[in-house]
């Protein structure tokens, strides 16, 4: 893009020098036919001038479009910082979310180790009133065949 503005640049600065040397004739004046120029100077002809006039014209619309296209990628530009900064800040959410998620894990696992613990427990409680229901069982029967057996003998 500086080589389009350096070019053009260059081409105005060769108008403008040779509008400043060109004594006998000015811009745009035209001059018939055989007239001499007694200073170094440069000369087109009416044709070689509406070439120059049209090159010019074409390389003002490019710079135009160049200078749109600047506009456009300064504009792309913006939103794409914008952007950046949504998904740095989705980024710190996740973040965030993932934390809040080892946190319920490790709860999670807190409390699953504690259910585990209490089940084990519930289970040595069945199997304690299990062998507490068979020894009672069992020693009232035993009670029981005992005082029949003494009821026997004393009668």
């Known amino acids: 893009m500086n080589k389009v503005f350096s070019f053009i640049g260059r081409i105005f600065s060769a108008i403008a020098l040779m509008m400043l040397i060109a004594t006998p004739a000015f811009a745009g004046e035209r001059v018939p036919a055989g007239t001499v ?10 044709d070689e001038a509406g070439e120059l006039m049209q090159t010019i014209e074409e390389l003002e619309a ?3 479009q160049q200078e749109e296209l600047l506009e456009l990628h300064e504009e792309l530009d913006t939103v ?10 989705l980024l710190e959410i996740r973040e965030e979310q993932v934390i809040a998620y080892e946190e319920w894990q490790e709860a999670d696992a807190a409390r699953i180790k ?3 613990r209490q089940r084990r427990a519930a289970q040595w409680e069945r199997w304690g009133f299990f062998a507490l229901g068979i020894v009672v069982t069992s020693g009232a029967i035993i009670v ?8 026997i003998e004393n009668n």
């Open 62 to 64: 490019k710079v135009a």
């Open 144 to 151: 029981a065949d005992q005082l029949d057996d003494r009821v």
């Open 114 to 116: 504690a259910l585990e």
């Open 80 to 89: 794409n910082e914008d952007q950046q900064v949504e998904l740095e800040g």
């Open 37 to 46: 120029v007694e200073e170094e100077s440069y000369v087109f002809t009416v």
